[in-house]
């Protein structure tokens, strides 16, 4: 019996979990916010981040993203809580750690592989095509009501957010 059980561990597909970051950027002279018009996945207007890379803790990840992505080098995030994707039947998760800063130097790339970027208003951003569910970001970025935005889902169900903690 021992054996069987055992054995079905083995067999089994181990869920995954993948650890991203995003980053909003804004300019304190003039309130705009630094968008990425993303042409590959997540297509739409977005913030720019990234994957964490194996051993990089998730601040560097986003430190680096931003660099790597935009050409500026910030400094001084403000950790804005978390969203928080769950599979319900494969059990994978998918996290994306949200931070905002004032502070960058640097020339921005105006273009990369990835998507254009370009400085605007966040009634602008409201206004666009942002990426899926960026809307529903925003309130972690603006607010600091909450602490994590939570979304359990199944393929081909439509996904609802939940918003969690805050003051």
């Given at each position: 019996m021992k054996m069987r059980n055992c054995m079905k561990m083995r067999n089994r597909i181990m869920p995954k979990t993948e650890l991203t970051t995003m980053v909003m950027i804004e300019n304190p002279a003039t309130g705009e916010v630094l968008v990425q018009d993303r042409l590959l996945s997540w297509k739409g207007l977005s913030f720019p981040g990234g994957h964490v890379d194996d051993g990089e803790s998730v601040y560097?990840?986003?430190?680096?993203?931003?660099?790597?992505?935009?050409?500026?080098?910030?400094?001084?995030?403000?950790?804005?809580?978390?969203?928080?994707?769950?599979?319900?039947?494969?059990?994978?998760?998918?996290?994306?750690?949200?931070?905002?800063?004032?502070?960058?130097?640097?020339?921005?790339?105006?273009?990369?592989?990835?998507?254009?970027?370009?400085?605007?208003?966040?009634?602008?951003?409201?206004?666009?095509?942002?990426?899926?569910?960026?809307d529903q970001y925003l309130p972690l970025f603006l607010e600091e009501k909450h602490s994590e935005v939570f979304g359990p889902w199944r393929e081909g169900e439509d996904r609802e957010l939940e918003y969690k903690g805050g003051a």
């Amino acid at each position: 019996m021992k054996m069987r059980n055992c054995m079905k561990m083995r067999n089994r597909i181990m869920p995954k979990t993948e650890l991203t970051t995003m980053v909003m950027i804004e300019n304190p002279a003039t309130g705009e916010v630094l968008v990425q018009d993303r042409l590959l996945s997540w297509k739409g207007l977005s913030f720019p981040g990234g994957h964490v890379d194996d051993g990089e803790s998730v601040y560097d990840c986003a430190v680096r993203e931003v660099l790597e992505e935009t050409g500026l080098a910030v400094r001084d995030l403000k950790p804005c809580g978390m969203v928080h994707w769950c599979n319900l039947d494969t059990r994978d998760r998918y996290f994306v750690f949200l931070f905002k800063t004032q502070t960058y130097s640097g020339t921005l790339i105006p273009e990369m592989e990835e998507g254009r970027h370009a400085w605007m208003s966040l009634e602008a951003l409201r206004r666009g095509k942002c990426s899926p569910y960026l809307d529903q970001y925003l309130p972690l970025f603006l607010e600091e009501k909450h602490s994590e935005v939570f979304g359990p889902w199944r393929e081909g169900e439509d996904r609802e957010l939940e918003y969690k903690g805050g003051a």
